[in-house]
């Protein structure tokens, strides 16, 4: 299997030199250059989510070096759970949660594939990887913790100052070693912007060996189909029907794994994305025109992106803007709808959503009342609300008890540096960074 850029301009590369480069040399997002399908009979023997992924992945690492290490590398990735779990008695509805990994998000599940795949690619390799990650929130602290402490890697994070919420900025920041936190004077899509900036400039390029762990990078985004195979096939078997999913959409990385998911032949049927007010993709179904925008700050931190990366690889799968209407559907929630669907959704079923679920749970209701009735409809929770608290807990009325592994996070001290929203600015860090 080889993978090419959506730009088409780039030579086509392994998978373990999509992984590593991050972006195609073309400014492209890097592609399967054909897509395998995927007989459901070829999943028969696989229940564990590491049994399925390596199902799954089997034909996309074909020919590549880490192929006979790829049941390895998911059997370190996938060592927590992705349960679902029912919210209405009648089990129309459920909710998928990711949050069960380190840092609590389901950035958790791309971010270790990405550090167990490198780790072996990278074996014996002198010269350092830099890898760099622009964050609206979680992406930053999984890879962090991914990385953490791993032998010649360098991983720098930039995120916007004052728009992720403190326990965010906690995760972010509370590593040090090999783990350098950058504090950016501007928005996530200013942050998202130097990330592009720097893979593509020839001065940074002759200096280091740049890649990417944002879902702009194969490595991230294609694992993160694997738990939508695996919650597809487990109620396939139990329903004979292929579930509906919702899913809180930014980067769009989550939702293209989801679409990836389906084209090579899992049982999914339609995919609705919830954004929160920044509207570019709803509006593009919408108009036909891809207008992408400066972002709003939101509750929902994570998804506060105006011009989408993942929009890229969408349209690449489908050309035209018929061919994406097909494929997805999308809605928009403002933050006064988040708060009173927190507030509804604990009342009615006794469930505390983070900002960012809670556009998924507020999506849900809008549904046709047949619709919801006539199928299996799968939420999905991108990160626990006690990441949320200082947003759920007024809300909810009652305190969110931390998991574990965010607690530990607070006894580690924290240390991050302030740049301007330029490339120059990063470069300069970058130079320091050891």
Request: aromatic share 8%.
């Amino acid at each position: 299997m080889k993978y090419v850029s959506t730009r088409g301009q780039s030579p086509a590369v392994s998978f373990g030199a999509a992984l590593e480069q991050g972006l195609a040399p073309d400014g492209g997002l890097y592609l399967p250059e054909r897509w395998p399908t995927i007989p459901l009979a070829e999943f028969q023997d696989a229940k564990t989510l590491p049994e399925i992924a390596e199902v799954m992945l089997r034909p996309f690492v074909e020919g590549d070096a880490l192929a006979s290490q790829v049941g390895a590398v998911v059997r370190e990735a996938f060592d927590f759970p992705a349960p679902l779990k029912a919210v209405t008695a009648d089990g129309a509805l459920s909710v998928l949660e990711l949050f069960h990994g380190p840092t609590a998000a389901f950035k958790d599940f791309g971010a270790r594939f990405l550090a167990a795949s490198m780790a072996r690619i990278r074996a014996g390799d002198s010269k350092p990887l830099n890898i760099l990650v622009a964050t609206s929130g979680d992406t930053g602290g999984a890879v962090a913790a991914a990385f953490h402490g791993r032998p010649g890697v360098l991983v720098s994070v930039l995120f916007p100052k004052g728009l992720v919420s403190p326990t965010q900025e906690r995760q972010l920041t509370c590593w040090g070693d090999n783990v350098h936190s950058y504090r950016v004077d501007g928005s996530f899509d200013d942050c998202q912007r130097m990330v592009k900036e720097a893979f593509v400039d020839p001065a940074l390029k002759s200096r280091f060996q740049l890649s990417s762990a944002n879902s702009i990078n194969l490595g991230r985004l294609l694992p993160q189909a694997v738990y939508y195979a695996a919650t597809s096939l487990a109620v396939h078997r139990e329903r004979g029907v292929a579930p509906n999913f919702i899913i809180p959409s930014g980067n769009l990385g989550n939702s293209v794994a989801c679409v990836w998911a389906r084209k090579i032949g899992l049982p999914i049927g339609r995919i609705v994305l919830a954004h929160n007010v920044n509207r570019s993709v709803p509006d593009f179904l919408k108009s036909g025109q891809w207008q992408p925008r400066p972002s709003i700050p939101t509750l929902a931190s994570a998804m506060d992106v105006g011009s989408p990366s993942n929009m890229e690889r969408l349209r690449a799968l489908f050309p035209d803007v018929e061919g994406v209407r097909n494929a997805i559907s999308a809605d928009s929630v403002t933050d006064d709808q988040i708060r009173a669907r927190i507030s509804a959704d604990f009342a009615t079923y006794g469930k505390a959503w983070c900002p960012h679920t809670a556009t998924a749970a507020e999506v849900y209701t809008r549904l046709p009342p047949a619709e919801r009735a006539n199928a299996r409809w799968i939420m999905v929770s991108t990160a626990h609300p006690a990441k949320f608290r200082e947003i759920v807990e007024p809300l909810i009325g009652r305190r969110i008890e931390m998991p574990e592994s965010l607690a530990k996070l607070f006894s580690r001290p924290v240390s991050c540096a302030d740049l301007e929203p330029t490339l120059a600015a990063l470069s300069g860090a970058l130079g320091t960074a050891r």
